[in-house]
């Protein structure tokens, strides 16, 4: 199980452990009454009442599975979150990127790279707008460089239909500045909703997204990890 202190009351697990998560969390709640398929969410709901709310990666759940059936049905979302996938990755921190395509869990193609930014300047003055302004122009810069890296790695593949999506992770603002680069329309189409917590986007960093973006969050309503 993956550690996610960041959202309270979930937990994402692995697509290689969901099936046991689910059939050990049926068994403390005396078996599942009731499986409810939707386009972004399964929810399971126990003999005794308590529920669990499964959020897969890369919604949505094929359509001919929605729909609501008696008994524990987890057939239709683990053939989802099973499912073999080409998927892009994009990590942006102020000063810091890193760009990656994987197949399943394998890194097929990278580039991280880094730019000096300057912390910010607490002094007042014509000292301080000048510092104020070179400190712009170096975060302008570094943005530009993420930009013109997913560019590179991502555009071609997202027009010729070789990605099944992309991810994006760290810090949001820094995210939308880059996304904003017209280049990166076809890429942007492709991004998932779920933005990854992540630290400085390095390459060990990078390495361990698919631990994060190919688990599914899973929020029991009685707080308990059934693990």
Known sequence: MVDNRGVSGAYDIPPERLDRWLARWAERHGGGAVTLVESDVVTFTGTDGATVRCEPPFPPLDATALGRRDGLDPEPLLRHVERSRTVGVVLVRLGGYAVGIFAGRELRASKVGSRLVHGRHRAGGSSANRFARRRGNQARAALDAAADTAVALLAEPARAGALDAV????????????????????????????????????????????????ATRVRPSDDGAGS
């Open 167 to 214: 991810v994006r992770g760290g810090d949001r603002r820094a995210l939308e500045e880059v996304f904003a680069d017209p280049r990166l329309a076809e890429v942007g189409r492709l991004a998932v909703a779920r933005v990854l917590e992540v630290a400085e986007p390095r390459r060990k960093v990078l390495d361990a997204t698919p631990d994060l973006f190919l």
